[in-house]
């Protein structure tokens, strides 16, 4: 049976690397999170422009990620206007569960719990507020929704919830395994 594929997405602050830290955790060994912050940023030292190289890239990596059977996570800011082609043909041409989590935060938010961020230093408010683009969902309805309101404990739980993943098949690779 495939390993599933869930996609996190949204502003910068709002909670979508810790989320994917969470899962892994709880998960164990043997989950992949392709974090678009490091292909763009750190691998490629890459500006976040249309057609960038980044994008194939995170595409290239997720899909020979489950190829092998790993359950894979993809996270980022990753706007629709230069993303959003690209997610949408990941999530439809993956064979196994597919998801995808639009983290919907208001600025205000997003910039306090950024100031939480050991790294908060790197960028500053007015980076954020270039950055933001409210209510950024794929089109289609692919996304699923969270809100303000919904604490990191409990997105953690209802995507584990929502995505069985930790009900998921193990790698086979003993490299992967606990």
């Known amino acids: 049976m495939p390993s599933p594929l869930i996609v996190l997405r949204g502003p910068s602050g709002s909670g979508k690397s810790r ?7 709880r998960y164990g060994r043997g989950l992949a999170i392709v974090r678009q912050d490091v292909v763009r940023r750190e691998i ?5 422009l249309a057609g960038a190289v980044n994008i194939e890239l995170v595409d290239s990596m997720a899909r020979h990620i489950l190829a ?9 800011i990753m706007h629709t206007e230069r993303y959003g082609a ?24 997003t ?33 699923r929704v969270i809100g303000p309101e919904s604490t ?15 009900d998921a098949a193990r790698p086979l690779q003993p490299s992967l395994s606990d």
């Open 111 to 143: 910039v306090e719990r950024h100031f939480t961020k050991p790294n908060h230093g790197d960028w500053s408010v007015e980076d954020m507020r270039g950055w933001y683009a409210a209510d950024d969902v794929l089109a289609g309805g692919t996304d």
């Open 44 to 48: 490629l030292r890459e500006r976040d």
């Open 152 to 166: 990191e404990r409990d997105t953690v739980e209802r995507i584990l919830a929502e995505t069985g993943l930790l």
């Open 68 to 76: 092998q059977g790993v359950p894979c996570v993809v996270e980022g």
């Open 19 to 25: 989320t994917a830290t969470a899962l892994r955790e």
């Open 86 to 109: 690209m997610l949408d043909a990941l999530l439809a041409d993956h064979a196994g569960a597919a998801y995808s989590y639009y983290f919907d935060i208001p600025f205000d938010v």
